[in-house]
């Protein structure tokens, strides 16, 4: 059976009324606190804290000198983390190349005084512009697509997509254009608080996790966890956090963060996600973040009954309308313009209808920009890219990445 796009959660969805009971669903996906869309990092790299302490004639001025020096600081931040050198080794470049490759700053903690600004700052750098002055080449080993469900335990109950929580916002505010772990991270919204909820995260059980995953375009699950204790309102605030990897739940690393007020929790667990980022990372390094190969969903060998057909086809003088692929399922990201929201369905509509298609999922949405869909197919990339070509699509090929378009139909003579 083919599923496509949401359909699958449609039917989960349905089975689920039957099962409970349609006032106790509603009453569990009900409300609209719930659900926070990922932010896009996959045209940036970014740098945190930097620290600026400036004084000038004024708080104006100060503040703009210290977010100049900021951009310098982090230029050379960055250029030691790709390179791997100290950043004293750094080229130096002049304000006006900063200020073109800097697409964003972003203030982490700010104080201003009369003629004085001291700062903590993050830097976003266009991925594309900064590239060509880090002098990095070659591709950036990733992972294999991960499911993130990010639970957290906070009073006495767990939660991950039941409910917007500050933990889910921190793993949404997360950049992982940097991390060599490809997430796949979901809004929480639909279906997903049935589907990916805290008892999910403790079942073992292959045959549940093999129909999620493929849904999701998942190949394995992380499963980030906290358990967030406030000494007193308004006081101190401890996070024990745990990274763990799998439907078995496997513990990767552990480790205690601790503010001083509840008002820097937010902070707590931006670090937490970066601790655990690198935890992962290290990881992946080791080998430890190989998918389960028990998750692998069996894709049955139709390469004879695919040649019957094709024989068959030619004894009576059909032509196929497209290529017909051949091989195991894999997974594929497909960057399409999305100008509006109608365009998303209709982009992904389309690429489902790709023979050979068996999900299609947008993955990251950028309504007036690039969104990306993350698309299975039985094949390789370049057959994707003569199927997606079979119907119509302006297809350029990079890696797993495909980014696609329709041709612009060109003007009549005359007009403008």
């Known amino acids: 059976m083919k599923l496509f796009g949401r359909a699958f959660p449609s039917f989960l969805l349905a089975l689920a009324l039957g099962a409970a009971g349609g006032g106790v669903l509603y009453a569990q996906l009900e409300g609209s606190e719930r659900g926070v869309p990922p932010i896009d990092s996959a045209s940036t790299l970014e740098v945190t804290g930097i620290e600026v302490d400036v004084t000038a004639k004024s708080s104006e001025a100060a503040r703009y000198e210290g977010w100049r020096q900021a951009q310098s600081l982090g230029w050379k931040a960055l250029w030691a983390k790709t390179n791997g050198r100290p950043a004293s080794q750094a080229p130096s470049l002049p304000d006006s190349v900063l200020n073109g490759i800097v697409s964003a700053i972003v203030v982490e903690q700010e104080q201003i ?46 939660q991950s997509f039941e409910s917007r929580s500050e933990w889910q916002k921190a793993w949404a505010r997360f950049r992982t254009g940097n991390s060599p772990v490809d997430y796949v991270r ?27 995953l493929d849904q999701y375009g998942a190949a394995d699950v992380v499963t980030p966890e906290v358990h967030l204790k406030r000494l007193y309102p308004g006081g101190p605030a401890i996070g024990e956090f745990t990274a763990r990897f799998g439907p078995d739940d496997r513990v990767i690393e552990r480790f205690t963060l601790r503010v001083e007020n509840s008002g820097a929790i937010p902070r707590l667990l931006d670090e937490g996600v970066r601790r655990i980022d690198a935890a992962y990372t290290r990881a992946l390094a080791a080998g430890l973040l190989k998918p389960d190969p028990s998750l692998v969903v069996e894709e049955p060998d139709l390469t004879d009954a695919i040649a019957a057909q094709i024989e068959a086809a030619t004894d009576a003088g059909a032509v196929p309308a497209g290529p017909i692929p051949v091989g195991p399922a894999s997974t594929f990201n497909i960057e399409v313009e999305t100008p509006n929201a109608a365009s998303v369905n209709q982009a992904e509509v389309a690429v489902s209808r790709v023979s050979g298609v068996t999900s299609a999922l947008t993955t990251s949405l950028a309504l007036g920009g690039t969104s990306v869909m993350r698309v299975t197919f039985s094949g390789n990339s370049a057959a994707l890219a003569a199927a997606l070509q079979a119907q119509g699509w302006t297809v350029t090929t990079s890696g797993s990445t495909l980014r696609i378009s329709r041709p612009v139909a060109p003007q009549p003579p005359g007009t403008r």
Do not use: C, E, K
């Open 186 to 212: 979901t809004t929480g919204l639909g279906i997903d608080p049935l589907l990916l909820n805290v008892a999910q995260t403790r079942r073992p059980g292959r045959a549940w996790w093999r129909m999620l």
């Open 113 to 158: 005084g009369p003629g004085r600004y001291v700062a903590r700052l993050g830097l976003l750098f266009d991925r594309a512009r900064a590239g060509q002055l880090l002098g990095v080449q070659g591709h950036i080993r990733r992972s294999a697509p991960m499911l993130v469900v990010p639970v957290m335990l906070t009073g006495s109950s767990f």
